[in-house]
């Protein structure tokens, strides 16, 4: 399954037969990611940078890139805080083990919440008695059911093939306060594109699809949702030039107030 080289241009695009985040259940996610849990909560609850890259082989505390990722979610968590006035709900959607559950109670540690994590359910089982204050949830429906303060999403829109569909729900479940979207792969120039990733730097013997997105398409997509862009942030990742692909990708991070209404914009 996981042959081939780390990257690889999809020309086909999309096609409505493929299997859609089916390579995120592989268990190799799971005992990856369980294998760092330990390492990755004492750099968290210790008081070195957050440059921790949750997925990186071996925890470490001076990656930049992570440093700004993480500075950007607290940001975000922060505006909705202020917003919300009290326990602040939140939706992260792909959330992995709970790690920016577990940053946001070490970094903001007076601040309530009621965090929902959105994810597989072999991720949801192994996750659930590591974190018991967060709930997990494996159903889409289940976790877009209920209402948000700030609906969360890192390096994980990009694996679902109805996009656009899906930024509605997040305006709906996030009316009235946030959508905060991050590390998502874009191109300036390049129509979206679709890839295929191995990911074997991060442990995973697996392979997946992700989108990336044109900018400016990404953006009208999100107003036409009900989104309505307050703050883009950089990500000081450097490029990702993948064999084939009409241009080099770069991470970026749109922090997007939800229409108060929950219907998306005409």
């Not at 679902?160 to 997040?170: N, S, V």
Request: glycine share 10%.
């Amino acid at each position: 399954r996981n042959g081939g080289p780390e990257w690889a241009v999809l020309r086909g695009g999309w096609e409505a037969g493929d299997p859609q985040g089916e390579g995120w259940n592989h268990p190799s996610v799971v005992a990856a990611q369980l294998s760092r849990w330990p390492d990755f909560l004492a750099a968290v609850q210790g008081t070195g940078p957050l440059g921790i890259s949750h997925e990186a082989r071996r925890i470490r505390q001076d990656n930049a890139s992570a440093h700004n990722a993480i500075l950007c979610f607290l940001h975000a968590l922060s505006r909705a805080a202020l917003v919300a006035g009290g326990p602040v709900r939140v939706l992260d959607w792909g959330g992995g083990l709970g790690y920016y559950a577990a940053i946001a109670r070490a970094a903001l540690p007076e601040l309530a919440l009621d965090y929902t994590v959105k994810e597989t359910a072999p991720v949801c089982a192994a996750a659930a008695p590591l974190l018991p204050e967060v709930r997990f949830e494996a159903g889409a429906e289940a976790s877009l059911a209920r209402r948000y303060d700030l609906v969360f999403a890192s390096n994980s829109i990009q694996y679902e093939r109805d996009w656009p569909a899906l930024l509605g729900r997040f305006a709906e479940a996030g009316a009235g306060g946030f959508v905060f979207l991050s590390r998502l792969p874009l191109a300036r120039r390049a129509a979206d594109f679709v890839i295929l990733q191995r990911p074997r730097w991060a442990g995973y013997d697996t392979e997946y699809r992700s989108w990336v997105f044109n900018h400016a398409g990404f953006l009208a997509a999100a107003e036409r949702a009900g989104l309505a862009l307050e703050r883009e942030f950089l990500m000081p990742d450097e490029p990702t030039r993948i064999p084939g692909a009409p241009e080099a990708v770069a991470n970026g991070a749109f922090l997007f107030r939800a229409r108060a209404d929950g219907q998306p914009a005409v």
